[in-house]
């Protein structure tokens, strides 16, 4: 429905993440100039990117459109299925397929792959578009008045928007709130993220049946308290992806967050509390995981600076509990959202507009999508007792008819929340607003500067008549 924007500006873009580099892309696309500051280097982001992600529907399809489905294929796993077991003894609770006419309707596919690899393809796409990328560029400061960015080389950049897609301790987050709102927030328990060397489960007789479903397939583990999920990814690497959330540690050891290795493999094993065989197989054969503290942020209130040229976006604007399924895909649907408003951009006066259009459109999907992170965080770790007993009976339940664990009561809802979560359409969401409202302002405003013109030409008009 957009293509090309009238008018092309600067943008400077915080943070080369997925949130910043999808950014780049999309603005690329609709033709606007863009520079991405990601402070670590090229090899520090390598080993940070460690681990597996998972993309759900709703991100892929918006990738495919971009043009990447053929690069994102070569590097990734289409998952069919869930299967669900019992943390602590590895009982089998039951599986559930994803509907094929789910996702037909969604356009996209449920993609595993390294996250490495999805941040590869993101960079390469950006640099193809023409957006300039600077590696190992530490910002210390950023202004919405007269927009700029600080560097720690002194250097001074200028832009006409500035975009904060760093993360949670971001600092144009910062600039426009005046507070860091992860770092204010406490954690609730602790997320392990790591890789397990393809070679070495299928060399154990317990391991090696995970790599012999009939379709692709998640494993998902619901403990007391705690919480795995692993998938089988590929791209270079024949690995296992492994995500923990187990409690934090005993009072006076540091849970700082840990992204670039260091962290020894027996601090996670101790994590691990009672545990089935395999998954204490699986941590012991695994790569130096990274460590994120668990956190329920709560909303954010200002994604725009007061001058209305700054705005964030992704985990800065909207952070999800660590390992959320959605948490790379909200960072792409952000970009997909801000690009597409921007793509009708005639005239600088806009600026301000967009940015809070695409707080408007966000806002909510965001906040919902959140909660629901939060809710299956909650789902897949829940407290012994009677309402665990009640959930893990119902899956049993539905598993002795011949049905999906999803089939039905507290479980079947959840399911409902991710289909609808699937179903949403981040571009089309963009065109809406600008068919209902952008058009309708700009028609105002242009009605109220020919009312001007004509009042001004009246006013000419009698001078004369009096001369």
Known sequence: MSGKAELTINFIVVGGGIAGLACAIALRRVGHHVIVLEQYSDADVSKMSHGGIRLPPNVSKVLFHWGLELELRKLSITSSAMEVEIYETGEFIGTHR????????????????????????????????????????????????????????????????????????????QAIIGKNVSAATPYQSLFYNTTVPGALMRADPQLAPFFKQPVETMFVWLGNNRSAVAFRIQGGKDEFALHL???????????????????????????????????????????????????MVPPIEDWVDEH??????GEAAHPLPAGSLQGGAMAVEDAAVFARLFSHLRD???????????????????????????????????????QQEQRDQEMRAKTAQGESVFGGGEASE???????????DAEDEADDWWVKWGLLRERAKQRSLDMEAEMNTTRLSCLHLRA
């Not at 209305?308 to 976006?313: D, E, F, L, P, S």
């Not at 919902?368 to 909650?378: F, K």
């Not at 959840?414 to 949403?424: H, P, R, T």
């Open 245 to 295: 959330w187990v409690p934090p540690r005993q009072k006076g050891l540091s849970d700082d967050d840990c992204w670039g290795g260091g962290l020894d493999l027996k601090e996670m094993r101790r994590q691990l509390g009672e545990c089935e065989p395999r998954l204490l197989k699986m941590t012991k054969l695994a790569a130096t995981p990274a460590r994120v503290q668990v956190k």
């Open 414 to 424: 959840q399911w409902e929340q991710l289909k609808e979560l699937w179903g949403y």
């Open 348 to 386: 600088k006066d806009q600026i301000s507009t967009f940015l809070h259009a695409f707080q408007d459109l966000r806002e909510d999907r965001c906040a919902s999508v959140v909660h629901t992170e939060q809710c299956n965080l909650y789902f897949q770790m829940m407290p012994a007792g009677p």
């Open 98 to 173: 994803w509907e094929e006419e789910v996702l037909r309707v969604t356009g996209g596919d449920f993609l595993f792959l390294h996250h490495v690899g999805l941040r590869q393809v993101l960079y390469n796409a950006a640099i193809a578009a023409g957006a300039e990328v600077r590696t190992g560029t530490t910002v210390t400061s950023v202004s919405g008045k007269g927009p700029h960015v600080t560097l720690a080389s002194g250097e001074t950049l200028l832009a006409d928007v500035i975009v904060g897609a760093d993360g949670c301790s971001s600092v144009v987050q």
């Open 308 to 313: 209305g040229r700054m705005v964030i976006m």
